[in-house]
């Protein structure tokens, strides 16, 4: 079992009960399941099993190096958008040859050091990154592998801010410049063209949208063979929604077999870049109730944790189900959420109807994506500490932060 579920009303994940948990290493407290992390993994190895294929995992979305070592040993690639994320694989001992750099705005110094370490393939959005790599690969005596990110403009169905494949938006090129592009490219000294790649946006409940954007790649791919211009991969990017509140999850193996279908014949690698769908339900958030406000309009249930910790909430009004670690039988109210930032955003969930005392814990569910990479240290609060539990073992794989190390590099005037 590796959901969280409860035993004598107590809730746990793996063998692990999370009330012990979080009196043995304090709370706000990150705690992931290495079981649901390998079943995520496995059920992409089994959509995709038909189809010659690389997972890569996109790093932002969890780039804890416990987990990047997991699924390094599981054989997965991994999707960098930093220099800083290529150090994390390589210190996870992620396999280079296997990693594909996106992102708009790649440094030459980020530049260098994936060619140094000789990843799999830069995935360019710019005909002027295009130049700018060109120039670097050179000075190295290297040539760089490279795909485009193009934008199939199709629309993803999912929040604004997520969305990242229509027209308007800062990522990819246009797919009609995408031919001018691969020809300048294939002409270029230290570019060898390899692939493609889009990414469309995230949090998608239905996959139709990556099977449409898959088709007008797909002719992109055979106009450019026509030409003489042959790609060894296709990337299609992450996306892949998950359950936050009861939705049905996405059905991974039908897109396995739509993807199957459209890749029977062909000779090109499919690449994804799955990183939600990997991580999302495989973590919680535990956090303890400090304070019950109680009001004649709302309730307030101010606890420890904050948007600091788990910014979804407060960035995208995104939906963490909420419940009690212990379940006991006091009478339920309905309180808001919220932490003790001084934002009135600082919310984790509102209206909802919990059992709740002071000191009481609450687990904030499906917080493995985008909740531990997008923390930060406002209100000088230091960084929640992360466990990985593996049936009835602990493993701490981050300290919590301390003041002191928040303090570490800063100096007083002379
Ligand atoms: C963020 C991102 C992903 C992962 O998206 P998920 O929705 O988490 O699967 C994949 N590829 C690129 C280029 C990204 O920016």
Redesign the pocket.
């Known amino acids: 079992m590796n959901a969280p579920h409860r035993i004598d009303g107590r809730l746990h994940l793996e063998g692990v009960a999370l009330d012990t948990l979080a009196e043995r290493c304090g709370t706000p407290l990150y705690v992931y399941s290495r079981a649901a992390l390998e079943a995520a993994y496995r059920a992409y190895e089994e959509a995709f099993a038909a189809t010659p294929h690389l997972i890569c995992y ?1 790093v ?2 969890n780039s804890s190096l416990a987990l990047l070592n997991l699924f390094a040993r599981m054989g997965a690639g991994f ?1 960098i ?1 930093s220099g800083g994320e290529l150090a994390r694989v390589l210190s996870a001992q992620g396999d280079p040859r296997k990693v594909v750099f ?1 992102g708009v705005g790649k440094r030459v110094d980020e530049m260098r050091a994936a060619l140094e370490a000789g990843i799999l393939c830069f ?1 360019v959005e710019s005909t002027s990154e295009l130049h700018r790599l060109n120039r670097v690969a050179g000075e190295l005596g290297k040539v760089a592998p490279v795909s485009f990110r193009v934008n199939p403009d199709v629309d993803p169905k999912t929040h604004p801010y997520i969305s990242t494949g229509l027209k308007e938006n800062k990522f990819g090129v246009p797919i009609a410049e995408a031919p001018a592009l691969y020809r300048t490219a294939a002409a270029l000294p230290h570019i060898r063209v390899t692939g493609i790649d889009c ?1 469309i946006g ?2 998608l409940l239905d996959l139709s949208p990556l099977a449409d954007a898959a088709d007008r790649v797909f002719a992109l791919v055979d106009a450019l063979a026509a030409e003489g211009i042959a790609l060894e991969h296709i990337d299609l ?4 929604g998950i359950s936050y509140r009861g939705e049905t999850a996405p059905d991974l193996a039908g897109y396995g077999r739509v993807l199957a279908e459209r890749f029977a014949g062909r000779r090109e690698t499919l690449i994804v ?5 990997l991580v999302g339900n495989a973590g919680l958030l535990l956090a303890r109730v400090e304070y019950l406000k109680l009001g004649a309009d709302k309730n307030f249930a101010i606890v420890d944790a904050a948007m600091n910790d788990l910014m979804r909430p407060a960035l995208y009004e995104a939906y963490h189900e909420i419940v009690e670690v212990i379940a006991r039988p006091l009478p339920k109210r309905r309180y808001d959420v919220v932490g003790p930032i001084c934002e009135t955003g600082d919310f984790l969930g509102s209206a909802r109807e919990l059992s709740l005392d002071e000191g009481d814990l609450v687990a904030l569910l499906s917080s493995g ?1 985008y909740g531990m990479s997008m923390s930060s240290n406002y209100n000088s609060r230091p960084r929640a500490a992360e466990i990985l539990v593996d049936k009835k073992e602990i493993h701490l794989i981050r300290e919590r932060e301390t003041q002191e190390g928040l303090m570490a590099g800063e100096r007083l005037l002379d």
């Open positions: 996109a932002k979305a999707d958008v996106s995935n990414h995230s949090q990017g992450g996306g892949v870049e799955p990183g939600r769908s994506a």
